[in-house]
């Protein structure tokens, strides 16, 4: 039998092959629509650590780059050493967790990207480090020398009771507001301000926010930052299905722990004690970490990708389906790793 009618069907087929490849495989990939040297990016957070990387990583494929940081010496520090890459680097100061800083921030940074936005990337964020019993006094709370006392008979005495009381409360409180401000409620605060010009003025935004597994299993020692990484996880999930149907995509990023200087700046350690207890959080263990470099790589592939969900790396997302199917396990292996079995 003749190859011709075989042949003559492939080469018609060709054209349709090929409109199919394009059209499922190429142009669904972020960096066909928008070419990563006309990429505009808000990197919230790049003095240090992450965030820093992340610039360096944009500035290599010549986007152009807003830094954003409080610390203007290490801003403008890094626009000078990025200059030479990115397509253009612009720094801007702002403290995130200041309504008007934050107005100021989207302005300045829209301006210098004339009027558009591609990739607004959060990385700004701090950490507790404490056991919360210490950072409010629960443990001191009962160990006086009427304690004993207390806990049997004389329990109506005032004095007795007031031993039952924790010894910081407020300190407990006042930390938590400072750290669900920066961890939650500044990330909050930026998308609202980032969103409409995401929507209008890209054809597709994309928001990615630095979260933490500490977002999606807590830990000992992490109560009150578990506690906001949580909130900006089912903020950003649930608000990535409202945003859907406008184009802008939201991915939320849980790395395990990351080597950088993060927990020297932990945000819940009182002035009094600040020295000693940096030394303890600085001698602790980062074993195992992965490098600030390898996480900006995840994230950059994460939003290239358009990915919903980046967990690095990889084997933490073992612990997440393990954390349904043993979760005891996870706690252990959580309690084990932080020094509480
Ligand atoms: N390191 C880890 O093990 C780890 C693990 C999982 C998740 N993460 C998350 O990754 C993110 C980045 O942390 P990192 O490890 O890279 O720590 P980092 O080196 O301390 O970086 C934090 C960055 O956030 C900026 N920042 C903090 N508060 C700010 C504020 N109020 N306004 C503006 N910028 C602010 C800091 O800049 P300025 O000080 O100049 O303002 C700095 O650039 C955080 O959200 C953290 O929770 C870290």
């Not at 006392?149 to 910081?168: C, E, N, R, V, Y």
């Not at 009094?272 to 195992?288: C, F, I, Q």
Request: glycine letters at 8%; one cysteine or more.
């Amino acid at each position: 039998m003749s190859s011709a009618p075989l042949l003559l069907g492939a080469i018609l087929a060709l054209p349709f092959i090929a409109a199919v490849i394009v059209s499922r495989v190429v142009w669904p990939l972020r960096t066909t629509r928008i070419l990563p040297n006309r990429e505009r990016v808000v990197i919230i957070g790049a003095t240090s650590g992450i965030g820093l990387e992340v610039a360096r990583l944009y500035a290599g494929r010549h986007a152009h780059v807003v830094v954003v940081g409080r610390r203007i010496g290490l801003l403008k520090e890094v626009a000078r050493q990025l200059e030479p890459y990115a397509s253009s680097i612009h720094p801007v100061a702002g403290d995130v967790t200041l309504p008007e800083d934050v107005r100021r921030i989207t302005i300045e940074s829209l301006q210098a990207l004339k009027g558009g936005i591609d990739t607004l990337i959060i990385c700004a964020g701090g950490i507790s480090v404490l056991p919360f019993s210490e950072l409010a006094g629960t443990d001191t709370a009962g160990t006086g020398a009427g304690a004993a006392a207390a806990t049997t008979s004389s329990l109506d005495s005032s004095d007795a009771i007031m031993k039952l009381l924790p010894g910081d409360a407020q300190a407990a409180l006042d930390a938590s507001v400072r750290i669900m401000n920066v961890n939650y409620h500044a990330p909050l605060n930026l998308t609202s301000h980032f969103l409409p010009a995401l929507t209008q003025t890209s054809i597709a935004g994309n928001i990615m926010v630095v979260s933490s597994m500490a977002g999606k299993i807590g830990a000992p020692t992490r109560s009150i930052y578990a506690a906001s990484k949580h909130a900006a996880q089912g903020f950003f999930e649930s608000l990535s299905m409202e945003v859907e149907r406008t184009g802008v995509h939201i991915g939320i990023v849980s790395p395990g722990t990351v080597d950088t200087d993060l927990r020297l700046s932990a945000m819940d350690l009182p002035k009094s004690k600040a020295d000693d207890l940096k030394e303890r959080v600085a001698s602790g263990t980062k074993k195992g970490a992965m490098t600030a470099w390898a996480c900006a790589e995840g994230i950059v592939r994460g939003s290239d990708l358009q990915q919903r969900e980046v967990v690095m790396p990889w084997f933490y997302r073992v612990s997440l389906v393990l954390d349904l199917v043993s979760p005891w396990l996870v706690r252990w292996l959580a309690q084990k790793k932080y020094g509480y079995l």
